[in-house]
């Protein structure tokens, strides 16, 4: 196994966690900056409000796409699977 394929492994890698996490990160930065506007106007400084309203848009997020996100996981593991063998020698 040289490196360039240990090197294209991890690259692979990191770019399905990013490709899979990038969805639930961007809906729960925009829900909280949107709460967090929302909380700046109308003067209210209540710690926990932030927190529903993310956990139901995380929770839409993963009923929405979350069989794009397990296919794309389940397809990468089964590539890397197919890959050991080579990567073994």
């Known amino acids: 196994m040289s490196q360039a ?3 294209r492994l991890v690259s692979d890698t990191l770019w ?7 969805p639930i990160l961007g809906v729960s930065v925009v ?11 109308t003067s209210i400084q209540e710690q926990t409000l932030t927190f529903v309203p993310k956990i ?3 929770a839409a997020v993963l009923i929405g ?4 996100m397990f296919s794309m996981l ?5 590539n890397l699977f197919n890959k050991l063998p080579s990567l073994a020698r």
């Open 65 to 68: 796409m979350g069989g794009w």
């Open 5 to 7: 394929e240990i090197m």
């Open 16 to 22: 399905v966690f990013l490709y899979v996490s990038a």
């Open 74 to 78: 389940t397809q990468f593991t089964i």
């Open 56 to 58: 139901i848009a995380i």
């Open 31 to 41: 829900v909280g900056l949107v709460v967090s506007v929302i909380q700046a106007t």
